[in-house]
Nanobody, 118 residues
Framework: QVRLVESGGGLVQTGGSLRLSCAAVGRTFNKYAMGWFRQAPGKEREFVAGIMWSGGTTSYADSVMGRFTISKGTAKNTIYLQMNSLKPEDTAIYYC???????????WGQGTQVTVSS
């Protein structure tokens, strides 16, 4: 069984920074891409950032472009989301996800809360 475990969420003031981590644990599994999504209260879950496992090509939502950076960790099966210049509208539960076959994200973490105070 594969599990994605997020960490690094918390409370930060406007303009502050946080770094989220996601570790994939369990049996070895294919990774076409990994990414971060978020869901704010009363809103649908939305894509934040993604990274292709082979080659490292990244993509971002327009709302976080230039402020957030997704990267692969030196530890196997780990990714990070560096979040700078945080805004109150970034407040959400952030989920790590993995796309194993290139047809959609099929493994999800439990989420970590990020709260940005004004």
């Amino acid at each position: 069984q594969v599990r994605l475990v997020e960490s690094g969420g918390g409370l930060v003031q406007t303009g502050g920074s946080l770094r989220l981590s996601c570790a994939a644990v369990g049996r070895t599994f294919n990774k076409y891409a990994m990414g971060w999504f978020r869901q704010a209260p009363g809103k649908e879950r939305e894509f934040v950032a993604g990274i292709m496992w082979s080659g490292g090509t990244t993509s971002y939502a327009d709302s976080v472009m230039g402020r957030f950076t997704i990267s692969k960790g030196t530890a196997k099966n780990t990714i990070y989301l560096q979040m700078n210049s945080l805004k109150p509208e970034d407040t959400a539960i952030y989920y790590c996800a993995s796309d194993s076959l290139g047809v959609g994200y099929d493994f999800w973490g439990q989420g970590t809360q990020v709260t940005v105070s004004s």
